[in-house]
């Protein structure tokens, strides 16, 4: 055999046995255990195993719901996901991912997100305008909080008798296990994850953002706009609607100004949501300024009867009693003050718990 054809052989060969060494490489990787995670390292997602999944079913059944805790996510699993989602006003998309988890965490904390997107371990209980249900779980008699307003709210719609004060007491409790009575749930006085989905979805509050229209008012009980572009609140408004109304009043024709209202209350322009958080600020329902898209999770989801918000990451505007409340229009009229209506498409609708 010639040199030229012995030395082609040679590299022949040394290329196959490259080949053959990779591919035993390949198949002793796939075949040797997977690194062990924890819940948070990775999206889990249905059909997907491990003792991650297990540390995900275990903390679904410290939320309240019942699931078998195996390590694989089967549909068990992502049923109580999706139920968890839809009691902390999560897309309830049954993927569980770093939003997921986070909520997830911080409910059975029993903390809430503060302003900037934090947490208040030290005082779970304290009062915060960005408290909604769902923040913390469970819920029961001795808290405090805007989320116990909105439990409050939610029992009330859904035909529970309750006054709307923010403390879970005696008759908080006795509503309550009403609520579970009726809806066949174990009867504890306690408001778990599964409570609380089953309470939004009997109040109409399944899905985030649901509807886009505000509820329609009585005759009598539209605001009106007067001659100098200021807002005339109807007699028949609850007094919370009648300081927003006086609050956006005050600022009706101040100029638009990028950030206006965010680094302070009193400033010399506002912008959209600068304009929105002064009024409701005005009204006691805000501590601090929130931008256009934080407006998409405050409050309670959906329209509201005297007040609904509408926010996106570009704009968010309100409806008061009828009548809008927008810096677009503004230049035309010299007032925030707007009589028409604009479209909706696009915006997440909320609405101060009550109003």
Request: charged share 20%; net charge positive.
């Amino acid at each position: 055999m010639p040199p030229s054809v012995r030395r082609s052989c040679r590299f022949v060969v040394a290329i196959l046995a490259v080949l053959v060494s990779a591919v035993a490489s390949q198949s002793a990787l796939a075949s040797s255990p997977t690194r062990a995670t924890h819940l948070g390292d990775r999206t889990l997602r249905p059909g997907t195993s491990g003792p991650d999944v297990r540390e995900l079913q275990q903390a679904l059944g410290k939320a309240g719901f019942r699931v078998k805790v195996d390590g694989n996510f089967g549909t068990g699993t992502l049923r109580a996901v999706k139920r968890f989602q839809r009691a902390s006003r999560l897309t309830p998309s049954g993927t569980v991912g770093r939003r997921t988890v986070a909520a997830l965490k911080r409910a059975l904390r029993g903390t809430s997100a503060n302003a900037n997107g934090g947490f208040d371990p030290d005082n779970p209980d304290s009062e915060d305008s960005h408290h909604s249900l769902g923040d913390r779980i469970p819920v029961k008699r001795g808290m405090s909080g805007h989320d116990i307003k909105v439990l409050q709210d939610f029992l009330s719609r859904a035909g529970f008798k309750v006054g709307i004060d923010g403390e879970f007491g005696a008759s908080t409790e006795k509503a309550v296990e009403k609520f579970e009575t009726a809806q066949s749930r174990p009867v504890d006085g306690i408001m778990d994850a599964g409570d609380i989905d089953a309470l939004r979805t009997l109040a109409g509050q399944a899905d985030p953002g649901a509807g886009t229209q505000p509820t329609q008012l009585a005759p009598g009980d539209t605001a009106q706009i007067g001659s100098d572009g200021l807002a005339i609140a109807p007699a028949s408004a609850p007094d919370q609607v009648k300081a927003i109304i006086a609050a956006g009043n005050q600022i009706a024709s101040k100029p638009y100004k990028y950030g206006g209202g965010h680094g302070k209350w009193n400033d010399t322009g506002y912008d959209c949501s600068g304009s929105v958080s002064y009024a409701l600020h005005g009204a006691g329902l805000l501590d601090s300024p929130l931008t256009s898209g934080a407006f998409e999770s405050w409050g309670d989801p959906g329209p509201g009867q005297w007040v609904t918000i509408y926010g996106k990451a570009s704009h968010a505007f309100m409806v008061v009693a009828g009548i809008r409340f927008d810096t677009s229009g503004r230049t035309t009229n010299n007032t925030r003050w707007q009589a028409d209506m604009r479209s909706s498409s696009g915006y997440v609708a909320v609405h101060p718990p009550g109003l």
